[in-house]
């Protein structure tokens, strides 16, 4: 997803058909993205700009966590774990350009070069698994339901 990228929603559809309609999408670009990460030799740079597209597709499945139900608070605990683990590497990578003086710094890039190997490890058994992708599209395009609109009874 580009930065300032905006989802086109059709207003003749409800929420949930316009999310098993677009979402699937959002899922592969990230997956797409995150492969390359995880397959390049990426830097905290690359890891902070995935972190901000992980961090955007959350988000916006949190958004219809009502149309989903509770399905999908596994999928939103994987990526806030990504993001988590990408929160820190962006730190020590942050403290490493800030900290003046050497031995700090060459501690903080080896923190960081440890950080980029876990993110591989859990890309690699949450995300990069056979089939996650389509999975992850698959549930996506699966059938929402309407959220439930809970009625107030009348007091009187």
Not at 12 to 29: I, Q, Y
Not at 47 to 66: M, S
Not at 115 to 143: C, V
């Amino acid at each position: 997803m580009k930065k300032n990228a905006s989802i086109r929603w059709l207003r003749s559809r409800s929420a949930a058909a316009n999310a098993a309609a677009r979402l699937p999408a959002l899922a592969a670009d990230f997956f797409s993205a995150g492969r390359a990460l995880a397959a390049a030799d990426s830097g905290p740079a690359e890891a902070h700009q995935f972190r901000i597209r992980t961090k955007r597709l959350r988000y916006t499945l949190e958004l219809f966590q009502p149309c989903y139900g509770a399905g999908l608070k596994r999928r939103l605990d994987s990526l806030r774990g990504i993001q988590q683990l990408l929160g820190e590497l962006n730190d020590l990578a942050t403290i490493a350009r800030l900290a003046n003086r050497p031995a700090i710094e060459e501690l903080m890039k080896e923190r960081v070069t440890a950080k980029i190997g876990e993110f591989r490890r859990l890309w690699g058994e949450q995300f990069d698994r056979p089939g996650a992708e389509a999975d992850w599209k698959r549930y996506l395009r699966g059938r929402p339901r309407r959220p439930v609109r809970k009625r107030v009874a009348a007091v009187g």
